[in-house]
């Protein structure tokens, strides 16, 4: 069975820094896809970022961008010039991709990032 | 933006009564889900739901509960009878395709007493 394991349950930044958010995950699969969400307080889980373990290229999404080592199984999410509406609760999670296989997402436990003015 | 939508946000039962939980999924979605989370706990997946029948399900999702889609824009979740370790945030989703990236609606808080 496929693990997501996210080490760091908090982290906080100054606004207009940048923070690095780490995933790692478990699974005997070669193909499957990897999300990075987010949830504000209160509100509903908003895809920020996703990633074809298949592509070499790393995702970028404006001020978010992906550090997708395969072979070492990690996917960390980079936040660049930070925002106060960045702060959230941040979920990695992963998905099989290849053929008849299970389309559950698995997550990790999450890191609550905090950004300081 | 469409979004998935979830009512009620907050629902307080009893123990062992019945509780449905409603979601209205993105309007040309095909794919749908339920997640749930207990507090201080990982999001997990309960059930997948496509073409009208169960796709997927965990270990979970046992015989207490039930998937529906009503009509052509619900879908619910109802738990028969609920027990105290149910209490949770229970997440709907939906997707295009089965490759395609879900989306979450806000959650229903469901505490049983």
């Known amino acids: 069975a496929q693990t997501v394991t996210q080490s760091q349950p908090e982290m906080s930044v100054q606004e207009a820094e940048t923070v690095t958010l780490s995933c790692t995950y478990d699974?005997?699969?070669?193909?499957?896809?990897l999300f990075w969400y987010k949830q504000p307080p209160s509100r509903q889980m908003i895809l920020v970022i996703r990633?074809?373990?298949?592509?070499?290229q790393n995702a970028t999404e404006n001020r978010f961008s992906v550090n997708f080592q395969k072979a070492a199984k990690s996917f960390s999410l980079k936040i660049s010039d930070s925002q106060l509406g960045d702060a959230a609760m941040y979920f990695c999670?992963?998905?099989?991709?290849?053929?008849?296989?299970?389309?559950?997402?698995?997550f990790g436990k999450g890191t609550k990032l905090t950004v300081n003015p | 933006e469409p979004e998935v939508t979830q009512t009620p946000s907050h629902q307080v039962t009893q123990m062992g009564q019945e509780v449905i939980l409603r979601c209205v999924p993105i309007?040309?979605?095909?794919?749908f889900y339920w997640y749930r989370q207990i507090l201080g706990q990982k999001v997990e997946f309960l059930v997948s739901?496509?073409?009208?029948?169960?796709?997927?399900k965990s270990e979970i999702f046992d015989d207490q509960f039930s998937v529906e889609r009503p009509d052509g824009s619900n879908f619910t979740l109802k738990i028969r009878s609920t027990k105290l370790e149910d209490s949770a945030m229970y997440f709907c989703?939906?997707?295009?395709?089965?490759?395609?990236?879900?989306?979450f609606g806000d959650g229903t808080r469901l505490s049983i007493l």
């Open positions: 739901f496509y073409n009208n029948e169960i796709s997927e």
């Open positions: 999670a992963y998905r099989s991709a290849g053929q008849g296989g299970s389309e559950k997402l698995v």
């Open positions: 699974t005997s699969e070669s193909d499957y896809y």
């Open positions: 990633q074809e373990a298949y592509k070499q």
């Open positions: 989703a939906s997707g295009q395709g089965v490759i395609q990236p879900q989306h």
């Open positions: 309007s040309n979605h095909l794919y």
